[in-house]
């Protein structure tokens, strides 16, 4: 499959032809997310440079604080998708609504929706730590020729035709999969290309990092404490090492090489978990399945969580297949559903 110095560009053409509906639509869509990639990059990496840093003053939907560069990443990753008239439909973290796509030249003839999270972690902007865009792609499911409903939003994350993220670390990289396992490009900035450096990506069945905020742990669920203490239990491969940045698709990306789980369960402060169903979970549970690792929210697949809202969130725990089971024994054994 993979040769040497293939490129992203390269690498879609490639592999189009055994994408499940082959138009070259979603082909294109996933090129414009390379290209808003790039735009974005330019925009974090000189983020310590200009006057970009600090808070906007406008609050999401969420009521966080947004900061400049989460208003810029989203404006742009809509107008690339919307400009190259290639989704009938999006919806951001950042936005209230979805948005219904309508391109008067062809009439609602588009099949793809994306869900997006523009710059997820952007509390670490300021402080030059790892930042992330999470994307998410799901065929319509109402009839094309028709303008889309929120129907077509609230799909289940196995529904999901492809799912990915860039990472702005100390490379960029955007690791994706259209769901025949997991391949990570990184960008070679001098000029412009993302290369494929990480073909067919995959967690270590089990690792030794575990991932939580623990200055919450007061608030978690019992399940979840006995877990954290039986990380740090000097027994047969533990203690664990514990490693959190607070910016899921760092943690996430560090766990996938190494071996390891992360964990937002729910707490007093974040009854239903902290992360979103469509933005964050679903995608990265994809990606988590399709790199052999597993994605629950404790005792269910996250995959199979049939959305109600836009903005759901859901606890988390996501990782290496046998670090993700042990968290669900330890949550069944306190916890019934
Ligand atoms: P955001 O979408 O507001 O950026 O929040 C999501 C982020 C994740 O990237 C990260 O893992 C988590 O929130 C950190 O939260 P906390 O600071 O509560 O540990
Ligand atoms: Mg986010």
Redesign the pocket.
């Known amino acids: 499959m993979s040769q040497k110095n293939q490129t992203l560009g390269e690498f879609i053409i490639e592999n189009q032809a055994s994408f499940k509906y082959s138009s070259g639509e979603l082909s294109r869509l996933i090129n414009s997310i390379r290209l808003a990639a790039k735009v974005v990059n330019h925009a974090v990496n000189k983020a310590g440079l200009v006057d970009i840093l600090g808070h906007s003053g406008d609050t999401n939907t969420?009521g966080?604080n947004q900061q400049k560069l989460d208003v810029y990443a989203n404006e742009k990753f809509i107008q690339m998708l919307t400009n190259r008239n290639i989704v009938c439909g999006i919806a951001s973290?950042e936005e209230q609504d979805f948005m219904a796509i309508n391109s008067y030249d062809n009439n609602h003839q588009n099949k793809y929706v994306v869900l997006i999270?523009p710059l997820?972690?952007?509390?670490n902007i300021d402080v030059n730590v790892s930042v992330g865009t999470i994307f998410s792609i799901y065929r319509r499911v109402t009839p094309v020729g028709s303008a889309v409903t929120i129907e077509d939003f609230l799909q289940k994350g196995t529904e999901q035709v492809a799912a990915g993220y860039i990472i702005y670390g100390t490379s960029t990289m955007l690791v994706y999969t259209t769901g025949d396992g997991v391949n990570g490009f990184t960008l070679n900035p001098a000029i412009g290309t993302f290369y494929l450096s990480h073909p067919n990506m995959r967690f270590p069945t089990h690792g030794s990092i575990y991932s939580v905020?623990e200055g919450?742990y007061i608030h978690f669920p019992q399940g979840i404490k006995n877990y954290i203490k039986y990380c740090q239990m000097e027994e047969e491969d533990r203690p664990y090492t514990s490693r959190?940045i607070?910016?899921?698709?760092s943690?996430f990306h560090r766990n996938m090489i190494k071996g390891g789980i992360y964990l937002?369960p729910q707490s007093s402060t974040y009854p239903e978990g902290?992360?979103?169903l469509l933005y964050?979970c679903n995608p990265m549970a994809f990606l988590a399945e399709q790199a052999h690792g597993k994605a629950s929210d404790g005792y269910r697949r996250i995959l199979d969580i049939q959305p109600e809202a836009l903005h759901q969130r859901v606890p988390f725990v996501c990782g290496s297949a046998a670090m993700v089971e042990d968290v669900k024994r330890f949550m069944s054994k306190e916890h019934k559903l």
């Not at 607070?246 to 698709?249: A, R, T």
């Open positions: 969420q966080e973290e999270d997820d972690g952007s509390s905020n919450n959190y607070g910016s899921l698709v943690d937002y902290k992360l979103r964050e």
